[in-house]
């Protein structure tokens, strides 16, 4: 089981930054997959990046590649969102979620465990 915790919403205009942080406690990463989701209202719960942190190796949805940077920390205890170039489309809830030996890390029936979510609102 993966206890998560998200941090470091708000408001910014297009174009500007904001970096998401997610607290993750856990007894063991290996096979942890960890990835960010987000959710606009009135639309399903879409994939934004994932990164393994036995192996850091990092996957991005196509909508925010090269524009979003998740990381973790050497503890490999909090993993980032560093979103750049923010766009009134990214404007969604956005959670933190942790499974194991995940196959597809976009799906998010991969993942068992869940924050609570953290708004993040961009406009134009």
């Known amino acids: 089981q993966v206890q998560l915790m998200e941090s470091g919403g708000g408001s910014v205009e297009a174009g500007g930054s904001l970096r998401l942080s997610c607290a993750v406690t856990t007894s063991s990463t290996y096979g942890l997959d960890v990835a960010w989701f987000r959710q606009a209202p009135g639309k399903g719960r879409e994939a934004v990046a994932v990164?393994?942190?036995?192996?850091?190796?990092?996957s991005y949805s196509d909508s925010v590649k090269g524009r979003f940077t998740i990381s973790q920390d050497s503890a490999k205890e909090t993993v980032y969102l560093q979103m750049d170039n923010l766009k009134p489309e990214d404007t969604a809830m956005y959670y933190c979620?942790?499974?194991?030996?995940?196959?597809?890390?976009?799906?998010?029936?991969?993942?068992?465990?869940w924050g609570q979510g953290t708004q993040v609102t961009v406009s134009a």
């Open positions: 979620a942790g499974g194991y030996f995940g196959m597809t890390w976009v799906d998010p029936q991969e993942y068992p465990d």
């Open positions: 990164i393994y942190p036995d192996i850091q190796t990092p």
